[in-house]
Each structure stands twice: as structure tokens, then as C-alpha cells.
């Protein structure tokens, strides 16, 4: 329990330092910064699940439900990489794609940490 607060809090502290954005900011770079605090939050509960498993306290089952949804959360990070490459090089102002995928990547890793929560936490 200690480690999960301690990542949540680590979380939030990247979270205040990558989402420092001022009143210029475009959506493209809030989105990078919005994608690099995922990465970060992500980067966490994998390592804290790495901990987990190394030390024998998951099943089979767990382990592929766990890899199963940080496959979506792959995927989800490659569409919004490519939403993103694809705004900046079009230099227009339409971010709805960005907005799209970086939503689509947020739901991905809310479905992530829920399960690794689930089982870190067992």
C-alpha cells in the first residue's frame, strides 16, 4: 500500500511539472505534455506489477489480463503519436483528431491502473 501511495504521489509531482502549460500553449503541446505525465503514470504501475510478479504474488490469469490491457494501451499510444505527427505537420489549427486519440490513451490507462491496482493492492 505504501508503494502505490508513493506512486500516486510521485505521479502528481510529474503531473505539476509536465502539465505546467501557460495561457500560449497550443492543444498540440498540452497534448505532448498530457502524453509524457501517462507515460510516466503508466511507467510506475508496471514497474510497482514488475515487483508484484518477481515476488510470486500473481497468477497466470492476472498476468495476461494485465498484458492484455497495456496492449490497448499500446495501440492507444501509437494512434495518438500519429494524431499528434499528423496535426503538427498539417500546421492547421483542427486538433480534434489530438483530442480524440489523447482521450482514447486516458481511457486506456484508467483501464490499466484500475486492473494493476486490483492486483497490486490483493
Known amino acids: 500500500m505504501k508503494r502505490l501511495t508513493l506512486a500516486i504521489f510521485a505521479s502528481f509531482i510529474v503531473a505539476v511539472a509536465?502539465?505546467?502549460t501557460g495561457c500560449g500553449s497550443t492543444p498540440a503541446e498540452v497534448?505532448?505534455?498530457?502524453?509524457?505525465?501517462?507515460?510516466?503514470?503508466?511507467d510506475l504501475g508496471?514497474?510497482?506489477?514488475?515487483?508484484?510478479?518477481?515476488?510470486?504474488?500473481?497468477?497466470q490469469k492476472q498476468v495476461d489480463e494485465v498484458k492484455a490491457a497495456y496492449n490497448v494501451y499500446y495501440n492507444a499510444q501509437q494512434?495518438?503519436?500519429a494524431?499528434?505527427?499528423?496535426?503538427?505537420?498539417?500546421?492547421?489549427?483542427?486538433?480534434?483528431?489530438?483530442?480524440?486519440a489523447n482521450a482514447a490513451v486516458v481511457n486506456a490507462e484508467n483501464a490499466l491502473?484500475?486492473?494493476?491496482?486490483?492486483?497490486?493492492?490483493?
Open 31 to 42: 497534448a505532448y505534455k498530457g502524453e509524457a505525465l501517462i507515460i510516466q503514470s503508466i
Open 46 to 59: 508496471m514497474k510497482l506489477w514488475a515487483d508484484q510478479v518477481n515476488a510470486g504474488n500473481a497468477t
Open 83 to 100: 494524431a499528434l505527427m499528423k496535426y503538427l505537420a498539417s500546421q492547421t489549427k483542427d486538433s480534434a483528431d489530438v483530442q480524440a
Open 18 to 20: 509536465v502539465l505546467d
Open 113 to 122: 491502473l484500475s486492473i494493476l491496482n486490483q492486483f497490486i493492492l490483493k
Open 79 to 81: 494512434a495518438a503519436k
